[in-house]
């Protein structure tokens, strides 16, 4: 088991900037692959970005590419979502998940709980 907590997530102007985090207990954090997802209303949980165990290999979703930037800190069961230059349809839950397979795979096991992020026009 896995167990993942998102947080950073808030109400920033567009324009603005969030750094989400996703912080992982249980099994060797450095094992999975962590993907990063995101919900807005009405509308179907979209991939943004996955990078793997090691760090070393990266997927972006072509719209996110260039203002959204994954990282992860395995000494510190962590991985990271930076998001810059926010427009408003930027605003969704965001969420964070685990994954045995490479960063291509859509197959995640476990989740965290989302967190919120709106930004204002």
């Known amino acids: 088991q896995v167990q993942l907590v998102e947080s950073g997530g808030g109400l920033v102007q567009a324009g603005g900037s969030l750094r989400l985090s996703c912080a992982a207990s249980?099994?060797?954090?450095?094992?999975?692959?962590m993907g990063w997802f995101r919900q807005a209303p009405g509308k179907v949980r979209e991939l943004i970005t996955a990078?793997?165990?090691?760090?070393?290999?990266?997927y972006y979703a072509g719209s996110m590419r260039g203002r959204f930037t994954v990282s992860r800190d395995n000494a510190k069961n962590t991985a990271y979502l930076q998001l810059n230059s926010l427009e408003p349809e930027d605003t969704a839950v965001y969420y964070c998940?685990?994954?045995?397979?490479?960063?291509?795979?859509?197959?995640?096991?476990?989740w965290g709980q989302g967190t919120q992020v709106t930004v204002s026009s």
């Open positions: 998940a685990a994954s045995p397979f490479s960063p291509g795979s859509r197959k995640y096991d476990y």
């Open positions: 249980g099994r060797t954090f450095s094992y999975y692959t």
């Open positions: 990078i793997s165990g090691s760090g070393g290999n990266i």
